[in-house]
């Protein structure tokens, strides 16, 4: 039993080094690279008054509702979760669950933000019905998915972050330490911001 322990984090660790990520046009892109553009385009986002949504089903969504509430109390960028149970219900008794998020997005969502969406097979209907809902709003779209390489999820955003493993916990886990590593980059951009324009300030006479 005493093996198990270092080779789970030995896996997220080796998983996260062939994280896959591809562009809209599908091209290849390196990781680290993709995590600073998504992180940067975050951050140009909130500047213009924007904000970026977080969805996902299951652990997912727990997911969505953590990064939503970091990237606004860390990050100082507007996030949102449409997990809530009550739009869940709602929304899911009156149009369908596979409409859950779509609706949502139709009713909330503004021309130039981010929608995050995270799916560990990358097949769920509400999440892919969502990312049509954010194209046809104006959004931006960064996808979270694993499992099967071919997944639908995976060509539908402008960053597409996919986890080459069939196994939940693993593509979940991973699916927050990606969105944690944005919300780094994007604190230290802040930061360094803060300090330069400190550093700047003209000296009272």
Not at 33 to 57: R, Y
Not at 114 to 131: D, T
Request: a neutral charge; glycine letters at 6%.
């Amino acid at each position: 039993m005493d093996h198990i322990v270092p080779n789970y984090i030995n896996d997220l660790h080796t998983l996260f080094n062939q994280t896959k990520v591809t562009d809209k046009e599908g091209r290849a892109l390196v990781l680290a690279d993709a995590l600073v553009k998504a992180a940067e385009m975050s951050q140009k986002s909130s500047s213009l008054g924007k904000k970026v949504v977080f969805i996902g089903n299951g652990g997912s969504a727990a997911v969505a509702s953590h990064k939503a509430l970091d990237y606004w109390f860390t990050g100082k960028i507007r996030g949102i979760s449409f997990s809530d149970h009550v739009n869940l219900t709602c929304v899911s008794n009156d149009f369908g669950y596979q409409n859950v998020f779509a609706r949502q997005i139709e009713a909330f969502a503004d021309k130039g933000d981010i929608l995050f969406a995270i799916s560990s097979s990358g097949n769920s209907e509400n999440i892919i019905l969502a990312v049509e809902a954010a194209r046809q709003r104006g959004c931006s779209v960064f996808t979270f998915s694993g499992f099967k390489e071919n997944n639908r999820l995976r060509g539908l955003g402008d960053l597409n972050f996919y986890i080459p493993v069939q196994h939940f916990n693993k593509v979940e886990s991973l699916h927050l330490l990606l969105c944690d590593c944005i919300l780094e980059i994007i604190v230290e951009y802040r930061n360094k911001f803060l300090a330069d324009n400190e550093h700047n300030k003209p000296i009272l006479q």
